[in-house]
């Protein structure tokens, strides 16, 4: 499985995502779009919200983390 696979998996897990750029920045929101080396999230809400691609290189993989709706709790992904 290559990385995009994972991050599709990633994106299918919980109703939103949180993930933190080698930047150090912290994005949360929904990831629109996945392609082979770059993700679309869309973050914020309504007209507030905000789109980001994000190269998948360029994403911390320890950081990701998606709200699981069972539970009302943030749970990590493990790539």
Do not use: C
């Not at 499985?1 to 150090?24: C, I, P, W």
């Not at 190269?55 to 709200?67: G, N």
């Amino acid at each position: 499985m290559d990385l995009a696979d994972k991050f599709v998996q990633f994106a299918e897990s919980g109703n939103q995502q949180r993930l933190q750029t080698k930047d150090g920045r912290v994005l949360q929101g929904w990831i629109m779009e996945i392609t082979d080396d770059a993700l679309l999230i869309s973050t914020g809400s309504g007209e507030k919200g905000q789109d980001v691609w994000l190269k998948l290189v360029d994403v911390e993989p320890t950081s990701l983390a998606y709200f699981h709706s069972h539970s009302q709790q943030w749970q990590p992904f493990i790539i």
